[in-house]
């Protein structure tokens, strides 16, 4: 069965420093991988996702960007964050048309 | 554009209930629909999968059913225990190439001992 780890669980960071998360894939090969963000109360907003290594699309234009060095990483960067980044971010792989998750991460921006 | 509503947002229980969660969707050319469990700063435990051909699946105590046409999905929970208490999200993938799952804003469900 498919494991997804995400790290770190929690972050807080200042305004304007950098951000990096990342997210692996265990138990599949080529899987098509999704960051979602999770606004309190609210239902998921779809990132980015990436079908291969080195193939993002984007959603919505925002403070951040992905890239997909390996078949099984997936990581959610921004060179400078902003205080609208803080939230609940969660990967996601697609495995036959079913969706797995990643425990997330709760990033806050100070 | 797909739209997935949840209703109720929230919902208080007493131990032992059968309930039911409602979830709709304004389009009904759907590929699957998938209902979730996500227990507070935790990500999403899948609970449920739908294929768009089918009417309904069943899992242990729970059991969900989708009538595409009417662009509707219930999930039933049968004698509601305390550790059911959650939030519960469905969301829907489109027919066609199109891969992004749209989400409900979810259900918050306490079961109360």
């Known amino acids: 069965s498919q494991t997804i780890h995400q790290w770190p669980a929690t972050l807080v960071q200042p305004v304007g420093s950098p951000l990096s998360l990342e997210c692996t894939v265990e138990g599949t090969s080529n899987p098509n991988l999704y960051w979602y963000r999770q606004a309190a109360g609210r239902g998921l907003q779809l990132l980015f996702y990436s079908v291969g290594i080195g193939q993002i699309s984007s959603e919505v234009p925002q403070n951040l960007s992905a890239s997909r060095p390996q078949d099984r990483q997936f990581i959610l960067s921004s060179k400078k964050l902003l205080l609208s980044d803080s939230g609940f971010y969660l990967c996601?792989?697609?495995?036959?048309?079913?969706?797995?998750f990643g425990q997330g991460t709760r990033l806050t921006v100070v | 554009k797909q739209e997935v509503t949840q209703i109720p947002a929230a919902l208080s229980v007493p131990e032992g209930e059968n309930l039911v969660l409602n979830c709709s969707f304004t389009d009904s050319a759907i590929y699957n629909l998938q209902w979730f469990r996500q227990d507070p700063g935790k990500g999403l435990t899948s609970l449920l999968l739908i294929q768009s051909s089918q009417r309904e699946q069943t899992s242990g105590r729970l059991n969900a059913s989708l009538d595409k046409s009417s662009g509707r999905s219930t999930l039933y929970i049968a004698a509601s225990q305390p550790g059911d208490s959650a939030t519960y999200l469905c969301a829907v993938r489109p027919a066609g190439s199109a891969r992004q799952l749209t989400f409900g804003s979810g259900t918050q469900l306490t079961v109360l001992p």
């Open positions: 996601a792989c697609h495995f036959n048309t079913e969706a797995f």
